[in-house]
């Protein structure tokens, strides 16, 4: 019996991934950089810790060093994403599937690759952060997904054992941060950037299916 789901955030609870990917196309092309929009992909589930950046930018001839368009591209993003309506990316399952989740007595944590600022800006949304028992960051831990340990610290919090527990991913590296932790994991399916998902012990069009499957 799951006793406790652990979620990512990014692509999972929130459509940002595609609001983040139109903001990068839209500053590359402004700044005509040759950064082939489809580098984007290389970002999504990732942490600074694993300078992504290097990786969107390798091999292509650029006028100034990858960090330093980097953090352009960052600076702009949050300039964006302060006039961004932030309801209009949480997905519309999401509420009704948490709901469902705490009326059947699960325990919930959000662990995300992102940074505790924007995550609380994230859960100030109607009161998204109220459903969560456990919220941290990758920032908190020596390393970050596809390492396990911030689901190791989740399932050490609630004190339940591996097979008491689901995570719900959607990157290849949360998913095998999730399989490296020992924790059955299943992935939101992503339509739109060819994420590899095949790790995952089950692929579902959406939030509620995926809880249906847990609590029926």
């Keep these: 019996m799951i006793k406790a789901i652990f979620f990512d955030l990014d692509g999972v609870l929130i459509d940002s991934e595609r609001a983040k990917e139109k903001i990068f196309e839209e500053y590359v092309d402004l700044k005509g950089y040759a950064i082939p929009h489809e580098r984007f992909y290389r970002l999504i589930g990732s942490h600074k810790s694993l300078d992504p950046w290097k990786s969107v930018m390798e091999g292509l001839d650029l006028p100034k060093s990858y960090k330093e368009i980097a953090k352009e591209i960052e600076e702009y993003e949050v300039i964006c ?3 961004l309506d932030l309801k209009k990316i949480i997905f519309h399952d999401v509420l009704p599937s948490l709901k469902k989740i705490k009326t059947s007595g699960i325990k919930t944590a959000l662990a995300s690759s992102s940074d505790m600022e924007y995550i609380k800006r994230i859960l100030a949304v109607d009161d998204l952060g109220s459903w969560f028992d ?3 960051s990758c920032d908190d831990f020596k390393k970050s997904k596809p390492d396990p340990e911030i689901y190791l610290y989740c399932l050490n919090y609630f004190g339940l054992s591996k097979d008491e527990c689901l995570v719900i991913e959607d990157s290849p590296f949360g998913i095998l941060a999730a399989k490296n932790a020992g924790i059955k994991v299943y992935a939101r399916k992503d339509y ?6 095949s790790a995952a012990d089950g692929i579902f069009d959406n939030l ?3 809880i249906d499957s847990v609590i029926s």
Excluded at 192 to 197: A, R
Aim: no cysteine.
């Design 81 to 83: 994403w302060r006039e």
């Design 134 to 136: 456990l919220v941290v």
């Design 192 to 197: 739109f950037f060819g994420l590899d998902q």
């Design 208 to 210: 509620e299916d995926i």
